[in-house]
């Protein structure tokens, strides 16, 4: 058995929940979603990926059910690797065994961080959370950050488990003290030392 290249279009699934399919899917170009959507239509993004990422190895590992819906954001290339390929892989090579461990470690201690927050952080500071996770340094501007493109509210609703009116809210007060700034090139996070200060006050607790 060998490896699929294969073209998906924008929005096209790629992965449905509770699949029994099994093999690994690598982006080889475009981004794609990871996300849960329930019968009635809600979602919660889990994560976006790019070229280089994979995703489906936890099927392929463990034979259960896919834990959750890929969707193409853009225009994507994907190669889907054969189940027994990737664990062959993974029991024969020791930099590849590493490299899946260094990833799963990393998805666990994300989804660690996550249920801390859904746990003791309000929306607002779920928000301020996910602003940061988001957000890359912005060129020119020392101590600034910036999201960009610019998050849906919709979107960031979807990655933080709440309402979009609840996100409109919270980024006006956001923006009316001055700590987030919505501009052409993104969302600019003006003082995200106050957006750190929010989310440890919680936590402190």
């Known amino acids: 058995m060998h490896c699929v290249w294969r073209s998906v279009a924008e929005n096209e699934l790629i992965i449905d929940y509770e699949d029994d399919t099994a093999e690994v899917v690598f982006v080889v170009e475009g981004r794609v979603r990871v996300l849960l959507r329930t019968a009635a ?18 099927a392929a590992i463990d034979g259960q059910p896919r834990s959750a819906n890929v969707t193409a954001l853009e225009k994507t290339r994907i190669c889907a690797m054969p189940d027994a390929i990737f664990r062959d892989a993974c029991c024969s090579i020791p930099t590849v ?3 899946v461990l ?14 801390s927050e859904y746990a003791f952080l309000t929306a607002k500071q779920r928000l301020c959370a996910e ?4 957000s890359r340094p912005r060129m020119g501007k020392e ?15 979807d990655r933080i ?13 956001l923006a009316r003290k001055g700590i ?7 969302l600019v996070l003006n003082e995200p030392e106050k957006l750190h200060a929010l989310i440890a006050e919680a936590m402190s607790k």
Do not use: C, H, W
């Open 41 to 58: 239509g809600r979602e919660v993004i889990l994560d976006d990926m790019t070229t280089g990422q994979y995703f489906g190895e936890m």
């Open 97 to 99: 065994n590493m490299a």
């Open 102 to 115: 260094k990833i799963l470690a990393g998805r666990v201690r994300t989804l660690n961080q996550r249920l």
């Open 131 to 134: 602003l940061l996770r988001l």
């Open 143 to 157: 101590n600034q950050r910036i999201v960009s493109p610019p998050p849906l509210q919709r979107e960031l609703a």
């Open 161 to 173: 488990s709440t309402q979009r009116e609840v996100v409109t809210r919270e980024l006006a007060s």
């Open 180 to 186: 987030v700034e919505k501009t052409r090139g993104g």
